[in-house]
């Protein structure tokens, strides 16, 4: 019998579905859904909107990593993150990005699956924690997925989709992504 990989074994938290019909019956359940009532959902969803964009279209890294802890990611010291970095804008907190991370720019880190109503109980509607080591390096344009780990030094190369847990030092491409090369620890 296999032994399940850290990607198999990153809890996944199930989300509800719920009709789309009306906006404010969507915020109520959201509020419910995340245990808050529904009026401070609405300001906190505000806000993260609000922070969201800041840091999507801020031209200082600094501030860039600012706007993107207060939406609630657990941001390392050293962190760059370029700009139009798309980073879950509805489960943030469900993200890491620890020291000395860079991701390059016009990436997309998603922690949630959550598909149309249509889909209810074809596919899973789910959170699924991320994690982006210490001195990884995300290449333009590469698209992270729920339940990802990438270990210390990985390199996630140009334009890839990556999914799954990958071992330090290894350097990764493609769609699905795949390890392709693992580099030697630095003395």
């Known amino acids: 019998m296999r032994e399940k990989s850290d990607h198999e074994k990153t809890e996944r938290h ?4 719920y009709s789309a019909t009306g906006e404010l019956r969507r915020i109520s359940q959201g509020g419910r859904s995340r245990g808050s009532s529904p009026t401070k959902y609405f300001f906190r969803k505000l806000l993260n909107i609000f922070l969201f964009q800041a840091a999507y279209l801020c031209p200082l890294n600094s ?8 939406r609630g990611v657990k941001v390392g010291k050293g962190v760059y993150i370029g700009m139009m970095c798309n980073i879950d804008n ?4 469900e993200i890491e990005i ?6 390059a720019g016009n990436n997309i880190v ?3 699956s959550k598909p149309p109503e249509y889909h209810y109980g074809m596919l899973p509607s789910y ?3 991320i994690v982006i080591g210490e001195h990884v390096w995300i290449g ?11 270990s210390t030094g ?3 190369s140009a334009g890839s989709v990556v999914q799954g847990s990958f071992e330090v030092n290894s350097v990764i491409r493609g769609n699905p992504a795949e390890s392709i090369l693992k580099m030697r620890e630095k003395r």
């Open 14 to 17: 199930p989300i509800p579905y």
């Open 63 to 70: 501030l860039r990593v600012r706007f993107t802890r207060w």
């Open 90 to 93: 509805a489960y943030p907190y």
């Open 98 to 103: 620890r020291d000395y991370a860079v991701l």
């Open 110 to 112: 998603i922690a949630h």
């Open 127 to 129: 959170t699924q924690r």
């Open 140 to 150: 333009v344009g590469v698209i992270v997925l729920p339940g990802t780990t990438l």
């Open 154 to 156: 990985c390199v996630a």
